[in-house]
């Protein structure tokens, strides 16, 4: 009877290399690779995305100088980048945020000729009832302008990124 | 030393060639741009994203790297993301708030109907 080979540091059956390091085809040591609990093996191409935008030494480094209960949303959020610079050669997310802040504009709009309306109908309501008081302080606030935009167009030809 | 140099070839502490693809995008005026690329992206993917893109574009495409970059050194954990985020929450909240404004308005509304249809003359039902 052959026994089975029992060699302990090749890679086994139940330790599969991340996709980071079957990408760079290397030793996967869960324990001790930085990539191994954000790119499992069954994603490859977020790796392939991210080592393509950023780079293995880069992403390393950067995880390297993040606290651990932060790097799963680092990773996330370089993967997010990677895909929309993979997409967008030329924006990347900064073209999302270009659309992004486009709606905002246009809502803000929005919300300001519908509180001019409330206000109207209001006005025109208080005179009609001679003195009633509408209540309508439940939660609204008809002078909201919450929005920050913090720069305008960046892709735009005047953007300014220096 | 070639005073003329780009703020990538200074950096990266090499004579900088009449081709240089970065020399363009990163003068030698403003060397923090192209160490934040550097450090996030790294020379060799800076100049290949450039290099695959046609050369009227790549100024744009070094702009928003530039910006991409500073953002993630700023914020390591979300970079730019947050900024998509942040967005996010606030179409989400002007979306609801005109919804509430469009619900005070229709009671408004139907107050005003009810008023104009009220009737002086109505007597509530008697018990017999």
Do not use: W
Not at chain 1, 29 to 51: G, M, R, W
Not at chain 1, 73 to 89: G, I, M, Q, T
Not at chain 1, 108 to 121: G, H, I, P, S, Y
Not at chain 2, 37 to 45: C, E, Q, T, W
Request: proline share 7%; hydrophobic share 30%; with cysteine.
């Amino acid at each position: 009877m052959a026994s089975s080979s029992s060699s302990s540091s090749s890679s086994s059956y139940s330790n599969p290399p991340c996709a980071a390091c079957k990408f760079l085809r290397r030793k996967c040591q869960p324990t001790l690779c930085i990539f191994a609990p954000y790119f499992p093996p069954e994603d490859p191409t977020k790796f392939s995305n991210v080592h393509r935008i950023f780079g293995a030494s880069n992403v390393s480094k950067l995880l390297n100088d993040i606290m651990p209960h932060q790097r799963e949303d680092a990773v996330n959020s370089l993967a997010y980048e990677a895909e929309a610079r993979l997409k967008d050669p030329v924006y990347g997310c900064v073209g999302a945020i270009s659309l992004l802040q486009s709606q905002v504009a246009q809502l803000q709009k929005e919300l300001d000729a519908t509180n001019a309306d409330l206000m109207r109908f209001t006005t025109i309501n208080n005179n009609n009832n001679h003195g009633r008081v509408a209540g309508y302080g439940g939660g609204s606030d008809p002078n909201y302008s919450g929005f920050s935009l913090p720069y305008s167009n960046p892709g735009g030809e005047d953007a300014n990124y220096s | 030393m070639n005073s003329s140099r780009c703020a990538a070839c200074k950096h990266l502490r090499r004579r900088c060639p009449s081709d240089c693809i970065f020399s363009p995008y990163f003068p030698s005026n403003n060397p923090q741009r192209f160490a934040f690329v550097h450090k996030i992206y790294g020379a060799s993917n800076v100049g290949k994203i450039l290099q695959d893109l046609p050369v009227n574009l790549r100024s744009k495409a070094a702009d928003t790297l530039c910006y991409e970059a500073s953002r993630r050194i700023e914020d390591p954990v979300y970079g730019v993301v947050r900024e998509l985020t942040n967005l996010d929450e606030e179409i989400q909240k002007a979306h609801c708030q005109l919804a509430r404004i469009r619900a005070q308005i229709a009671v408004i509304q139907a107050r005003d109907e009810v008023d104009n249809v009220n009737n002086p003359n109505f007597f509530p039902p008697q018990n017999d």
